[in-house]
């Protein structure tokens, strides 16, 4: 979902000020771009560093930059949303775009979680913590192939979040290909449980019921 953003960073003997705060922080927040330390950001700099373009994510210590989106990445949140919420339990809850701190140097943003009830605290709320999340979704883009497949599942399942979907476009007419996985203790990673095109009916996280084909009508 964006380019990697990453620059020379300045030894941290000039980075540290007496108070704890670093140089770098005050030197992001007066530059166009953020300078990272030596080593990458960390998740406390991250959520620190003001004017960061929205859905700026944290990948092993690089700020990830979101290009614009199609309209089909748009479409396929609202119908998975929308679907999600038909039929969400008591003890949980659907949000969309929200930071998940997955470790020191991790903090990315799934397109859609499913959350326990109890980690949302309030309308200020910025990020949720890797055992509050039940559901991971990431809808591809093409500048984010990699991530989506690859890098953020990978981190996703190192964090045990219990199930993760990735959502493809595909076919003559553009439509939402959803891949489900599940979480294997054994192994410590995802395995799939099937590949959805047009009703997306699941008993995990919860019943779930979904008209892929309603994304034609918006």
């Known amino acids: 979902?964006?380019?990697t953003m990453t620059a020379e960073a300045l030894p941290d003997s000039q980075n540290r000020q007496p108070d704890g705060t670093t140089r770098r922080l005050r030197q992001a927040k007066s530059s166009k771009?953020?300078?990272?330390?030596?080593?990458?950001?960390?998740?406390?700099d991250f959520f620190a560093l003001e004017d960061l373009p929205p859905h700026t994510e944290l990948i092993d210590g690089s700020l990830v930059f979101v290009s614009p989106q199609r309209n089909f990445h748009t479409l396929a949140m609202d119908v998975l949303v929308y679907g999600l919420r038909q039929n969400v339990p008591?003890?949980?809850r659907v949000r969309r775009?929200?930071?998940?701190?997955?470790?020191?140097?991790n903090a990315p943003e799934p397109d859609i979680l499913v959350v326990k009830a109890e980690?949302?605290?309030?309308q200020r709320q910025t990020r949720f913590n890797a055992e509050d999340v039940v559901l991971a979704v990431e809808v591809v883009s093409p500048d984010s192939e990699d991530r989506?497949?690859?890098?953020?599942?990978?981190?996703?399942?190192?964090?045990?979040?219990p199930y993760f979907w990735r959502v493809e476009m595909v076919g003559d007419h553009d439509r939402p290909m959803?891949?489900?996985?599940?979480?294997?203790?054994?192994?410590?990673a995802y395995v799939s449980t099937g590949t959805h095109h047009d009703r997306l009916?699941?008993?995990?996280?919860?019943?779930?019921?979904?008209?892929?084909?309603?994304?034609?009508?918006?």
């Not at 775009?97 to 140097?105: C, H, N, P």
């Not at 980690?119 to 309030?122: P, Q, Y």
């Open 178 to 188: 959803v891949c489900t996985y599940r979480y294997d203790p054994v192994t410590k």
């Open 201 to 218: 009916k699941l008993p995990v996280p919860y019943d779930i019921d979904i008209d892929l084909t309603a994304f034609d009508e918006l």
């Open 33 to 44: 771009w953020p300078v990272p330390p030596a080593g990458g950001y960390t998740v406390d």
């Open 119 to 122: 980690a949302v605290t309030g």
């Open 1 to 3: 979902m964006g380019g």
């Open 90 to 92: 008591e003890h949980l």
């Open 148 to 161: 989506d497949r690859d890098t953020k599942p990978h981190k996703y399942a190192g964090a045990r979040i």
């Open 97 to 105: 775009e929200m930071a998940v701190v997955l470790g020191k140097r």
